[in-house]
Each structure stands twice: as C-alpha cells, then as structure tokens.
C-alpha cells in the first residue's frame, strides 16, 4: 500500500525566505522564490510512495523584479482585510497529491497552515483517504488540479470531496487551478460526448458547493456546473510581468495564435495597449496544426501570443514559424497552463521564442525545463480568492 501525508509548518523564519504580494514590493499576484525552491524551508512532505503517480516537481520561479508603482497601488487596495486570519478555526485548506507544492504556496500566503491528510493508494491502484483534522462545520477547500494524470487525479479529487461531505464540513470549495477536459466542452462531430458537462456533474455529485477555477478553455463550461463557480483570469499575472520588461506598446503586438482565442488575446492587448493579430489555422486532426495566414502587422515588432494552455505546442509553434516569416522581431509566448506534452518541449526550445511564460496551475517537472522557460505563481491570487470565497466578500473586484 503506498501513502502520501502531507503537513505543513508555518513560522516566522519563513516570511525571510519569501516576498509576499502584499508588501510594497511586489504585485498582488506573483510571489518571487529563488531557483527550483518549491515550498518554504522547515515544512515537511512525508512520501512513502514506492513508484510515485506525479514526478517531483521543480517550479522555477523567475528572478526578483520590482513591478511599477502603478501596477502595485491596485491591487494593495483591492486586497482583503486579512486582520486575526490565523485565529480562524473555520477555514480549512487540504491538498491533494498533483500539485503540493502550490498548495503549501498559498497557504503560506494566507498565513494558514495545510490541515493533515493521509492518502493511500491500494496494490491495485485503488484511492483512500482519510482527513487528519475535523472538519464538522468548516468552510473546507480542497486544492487539487487535475492535471496528467488527469483522471488519477480527477478520482482523488472526488474521494476527497466524499470524505469531506461524510465528515460533515458545512461548505466543500473544489479549488482546481487546470480544469481538466475542458476542451471537450462541446460536439463537433458526430457521436461525440461532451466530458467537460460530465466531469461538472460528477464533482458536483461527489458533494462540492462550489468551484474555483483558472482560465477555463471556454467560459461556457461554468454553465457545466450546477453550483456556483469562481472564474479566475490569470492575465494579470503574465501582464503584470510583461510590463515590467517595460517594453514601448509601439512596438508590442500581441498575437492570437487561432481564432477560437481572439476574445482573450484582444483583452491582452487592451491591458498592453497594443494591437492585435491573428493567426488563421484549419486544424487537420487533434493535436495537428495547419497555419493559413496572418491578419494583422507584426513586422519589426515584438511579437506576444496568448494562449490559454500549451499541450503540444503544434498550434502556437506553428504560428510563431509565420510570425518569423512576416518578419517579427522576437516573440514571446504566454499561457496560464503548461501541459507540455510531446513532442512540445523539444518544439519550444527550438529558439523560436524568446521566452515561454507560464504559471504554476500545473507543476513543472525537470524534464520539463528548458532555458526559455519562465514560471509565475498564482498563489497569491488563489489565496485572495478563498478569502474572499470565506468571508462572502466579492471575487470580481480584485479584477476591477
């Protein structure tokens, strides 16, 4: 039987080690740590799984860099009140095994502490869970992407949810910063099934009475949910670190890399100030790009393409090859969720970009690594949303 127990300390040494969004030096949502330091010193990951489901993940976050006065001013006054946070017996956050490390990252910022949880996996693959901590009548969040494997993790999700439920805690929030199935949220075939609906219908079954998600594929799939869903827009995220390179919007365009993203991209570019283009592609088959042409003026220009995942990398790779053609001058490509699967490292590193900018919504493992790449934490921002979600305070405003 193999097991994962995870706990977490939370002391005063660590708040050395880790600048926090809401000091004056930095931006409410990105949290600077040094190289390949995934979770504050002195906590403590017990793991006693014989052949682990998840490889240890190395998040990189990228360098200190202090953000412009005026990108910092709003989000200090947006931010909650978080006075006698730690005296909250009511508020519980658990995680689960696909991303520990960004769940001891928020709730580091929250000033919290993970609560005790033992999770088991039988011979034969089956799931046990059992909660360390009461949770009878507690405001519970349960922090758990389901990324690859998207349906080991997608099951833990939901034992975990029933496990809550059958203890009794009075709100179950499922906070999934990757959606998984997502894409699958409509038929464009015959025979087809929708799985996002499907996957909606089973966490909200399991017992969840509410969601947290980051950059759904498509906004429709909040209306997959019977209860209700907080959306969260990483942009600011990317945005926040893209103006600290302070480059001139005269010469910054930012890129859609197919059709189906121009709403995205076009909210990008309003936060840039700069135009918009638009690659046009007719895909052949999944996971299988054809690039057709460009709308728009990308020639000596620094090139920005937004996506909201990279899986393969065929798509956005495909459109930075005709960004190069028509004479770009360096592109960067951003997304909120690095999937990365193959053959996409080998494609990213290829020296088309400048640099691929991501976030922490999955893990990054080594042999996901490459020297382009920059990660960006959103756990200050998934830590302000619970708050937020806890005190019935409004989510939207720490946009606005």
């Known amino acids: 039987m193999a097991s994962f127990t995870l706990l977490s300390s939370f002391s005063s040494a660590k708040k050395n080690t880790l600048i926090s969004s809401f000091s004056s030096s930095s931006s409410l949502y990105r949290t600077s740590l040094a190289l390949k330091r995934t979770r504050p010193p002195n906590s403590v990951i017990n793991c006693e799984i014989n052949e682990p489901v998840n490889e240890k993940p190395t998040v990189p976050i990228i360098n200190d860099v202090i953000l412009p006065t005026f990108l910092q001013a709003k989000c200090l006054e947006n931010a909650v009140n978080r006075d006698n946070t730690k005296l909250n017996p009511k508020l519980k956050l658990f995680s689960g095994t696909a991303n520990p490390s960004l769940s001891e ?9 993970l609560e005790k949880i033992t999770i088991k996996r039988f011979a034969d693959g089956e799931i046990y869970i059992q909660l360390q901590e009461s949770v009878r009548g507690c405001d519970v969040f349960l922090i758990q992407p389901t990324c690859p494997p998207a349906n080991e993790n997608l099951m833990e999700l939901l034992v975990m949810i029933d496990a809550c439920r059958r203890a009794s805690a009075k709100n179950i929030t499922a906070v999934i910063p990757y959606f998984g199935y997502a894409r699958a949220d409509r038929k464009t075939q015959n025979r087809q099934s929708i799985a996002a609906k499907l996957v909606g219908n089973v966490i909200t079954e399991a017992g969840a009475d509410r969601v947290i998600a980051c950059d759904l594929h498509s906004g429709q ?26 480059i001139s919007s ?62 393969t990398a065929g798509t956005i790779c495909k459109g930075a090859e005709l960004l190069h053609e028509e004479g770009a001058r360096e592109i960067y490509a951003c997304c909120t969720h690095g999937v990365f699967s193959p053959p996409a490292i080998e494609l990213l590193s290829s020296g088309l970009f400048e640099e691929v900018i991501t976030t922490n919504t999955i893990p990054v493992m080594d042999r996901h690594y490459f020297p382009q790449l920059t990660v960006l934490s959103v756990a200050n921002l998934l830590g302000e949303t619970i708050w ?3 005190g019935d305070r409004s989510v939207s405003s720490i946009f606005q």
Request: aromatic share 4%; charged share 25%; glycine share 6%.
């Open 250 to 311: 005269n010469d910054l365009v930012v890129v859609s890399p197919d059709v189906g993203g121009v709403a995205r991209a076009r909210a990008f570019a309003k936060k840039l100030d700069a135009p918009l283009a638009i690659v046009d592609k007719r895909r052949q088959e999944h996971n299988l790009a054809e690039v057709m042409n460009l709308i728009g003026d990308v020639k000596g220009k620094v090139a920005v393409m937004v996506d909201d995942m990279i899986d």
């Open 105 to 113: 990252e928020i709730a580091w910022n929250m000033g919290h502490e």
């Open 388 to 390: 937020r979600v806890h």
């Open 221 to 246: 799939s909040m209306g997959y949910f019977d209860i209700p869903v907080d959306h969260l827009q990483c942009q600011p995220v990317i945005t926040d670190y893209l103006a600290s390179k302070k």
